[in-house]
Structures are given as structure tokens and as C-alpha cells.
């Protein structure tokens, strides 16, 4: 799987088409949550990078965690039901698919270089921005092809 960098023009707008084709009656192929509740759950990492969102994490999680830092954005898919942290999870939450989207939609726009506040993750340690870039992409194509985008 090629990994891409959102930072990339053509790449982010891709990723906007492929937000603007999904519908709110699009199932899941895998996992709990339903379409507007993963456009809530793909808001929360994107926004511990710009500084809208933060997690504190447990400390084995802290210690453990940076030795598989690499798996956030190398050419591996993720695999599904991967452990996420507590403000991830967005099951049982009502959410407006519209709102929801445009929310992120917003959030893809304003993630560039000069608008990220954290170089170091939370749980992760410290991440260049390209490694965000990526993983950010991964993330989001992650979801997307979830609920077949």
C-alpha cells in the first residue's frame, strides 16, 4: 500500500473527494460505528496536531508505545479493531452526519504545515511532520475504505 502525504496538494484534494462521496447511509464493513460517527473519530488525531484535541494516555501505553510508533505511517494497512484511546470512540454518541462532515472537511483543509502545534504525540512520542502527514493519511484512507470510499 503506497502511504501518501496529505501535505500534498493533489493528495488532499483527493481526500476531499473521496469525504464528498461518502453518504450517511453508507454501511460499515467492519466495526461499530456508523459513517458520521467515523467523521467524528477521524476529527480527534487531526486535532491533536493542529492543537484542538488532547490526550493524555496511560503510562504503559506511553512506554510501550513508541517502539510501534512506525506502524502510524508506514506502507503496512492498518488492521481492523486496533485498540484506540477513550476520546476516540465515538459508538453510542448520536452524531450529525453533516455536521460531522463539514467539520472535518475543515479540518483536511487547515491541516498543512504551518497550522500543526504538536510535533510530539501524546502516546507516540515525537512524529515530523511528514510522519503526521502520512499517518493522518493512513488514518482517514483507513476509515474510508471501511465504509467503501
Known sequence: MEVKNLFDPAVKQEIIQRI???SSAAKSQWGKMDAAQMLAHLQMP???ALGDHSIKGNFLM???LPFFKKLLYDERPYKQGLPTDKSF???GETKDFEKEKAKLLDMVNR???ANMVMEKHPVFGKLTKEQWSKATWKHIDHHLRQFGV
Open 20 to 22: 464528498g462521496q461518502l
Open 46 to 48: 487531526m486535532g491533536i
Open 62 to 64: 506511553r512506554l510501550i
Open 89 to 91: 470512540i465515538m459508538t
Open 111 to 113: 491541516f498543512t504545515e
